[in-house]
């Protein structure tokens, strides 16, 4: 495979409002994962996964039954299965928020699987948007939502490769859709003094269980207009910073600390125009975990394996 096809070109520009129509058609489908499981430290019951095809809920509880939500962005449906061996369609095309809410809705019913969600989307600054009204996000690229599926695999496959020699707590390699990222969280094993991450409509309680522990995180972003990090790239920050933590030695001179977002950033751009984009990025998970952990004292001994083998 060709590198610009793993890493496909993906300027903001382009597909800003596909962007953001998405990401609220993947709120909503999150927020039904949300409803129906139990809470899981750090919010970890609520994400989306990778998958061959787009991206996917997992199993979702319904009483004594189990159901799975997935996006397909090869065929463009969002496909809703039971265990039962119930399948039933919606499709991705140009049309509203509220439209596809609708529709799902309609769906999980007909099923006998009625969900009722918190309709407000979360984590978006300005007007509060409520995902069953909006008419205002109607927008579908299916050639840009592929890329940026694309995108999010390439990632999660270079992720999976630098989480594999952590012995650590870590969590899986997941889709937050509140914040619409990958991501991927290392802990030392210590605890930590949570922290309020001021995010726009999420609960004070929720930013504060995620940040319990000492960690070190990374994730891809898309970007967003007007956000402090418009263009697609890649992210590294720890919590709690230690001192010296945005002055470390990176491999790649395309890394950055912009002082305004406190965390360590490499545009997307820079890793699928490298020779080697996988490397690329690996060594920029590597360095930033690595100021991580050696500022903060981390007992890397306990925590790593040096060889990525199945032990002997």
């Known amino acids: 495979m060709s590198s610009a096809v793993a890493w496909p070109e993906l300027p903001l520009a382009a597909w800003s409002e596909t962007r953001d129509t998405l990401h609220l058609w993947t709120q909503i489908v999150g927020k039904i994962r949300l409803v129906q499981t139990p809470w899981i430290n750090h919010s970890w019951n609520t994400t989306l996964y990778v998958t061959s095809r787009g991206l996917t809920t997992s199993l979702i509880p319904y009483g004594d039954r189990l159901f799975q939500i997935d996006f397909d962005f090869i065929d463009h449906a969002v496909l809703v299965t039971t265990v039962e061996g119930d399948r039933e369609t919606v499709m991705l095309r140009p049309r509203t928020v509220a439209s596809f809410y609708q529709e ?29 009204r909006d008419t205002a996000h109607e927008s579908y690229d299916p050639e840009y939502a592929q890329r940026f599926w694309r995108a999010l695999a390439s990632s999660h496959r270079v992720f999976q490769r630098f989480r594999s020699t952590f012995l650590g ?21 210590k605890a930590a003094t949570p922290q309020d991450m001021k995010m726009p409509h999420m609960p004070r309680w929720v930013s504060r269980d995620a940040s319990t522990h000492e960690q070190a995180a990374f994730g891809f972003w898309p970007g967003t207009v007007g956000g402090s990090c418009p263009d697609a790239a890649f992210f590294a920050y720890c919590h709690p910073k230690p001192e010296g933590y945005e002055k470390a030695t990176m491999r790649s001179a395309a890394a950055q600390w912009p002082a305004e977002m406190g965390e360590w950033i490499l545009p997307y751009d820079a890793v699928r125009n490298a020779s080697d984009p996988d490397a690329e990025l690996l060594g920029f998970l590597e360095d930033t975990y690595a100021a991580a952990a050696n500022l903060g004292k981390w007992d890397r001994g306990s925590l790593e394996r040096k060889e990525n083998l199945p032990p002997k």
């Open 104 to 132: 799902l809705a309609g769906v999980l019913k007909d099923l006998e699987l009625p969900v009722t969600i918190h309709p407000h989307a979360a984590e978006l600054p300005g007007e509060t948007i409520d995902l069953t």
């Open 169 to 189: 707590k870590a969590s899986p390699v997941h889709f937050f859709w509140g914040s619409f990222d990958l991501s991927l969280t290392l802990f030392s094993g």
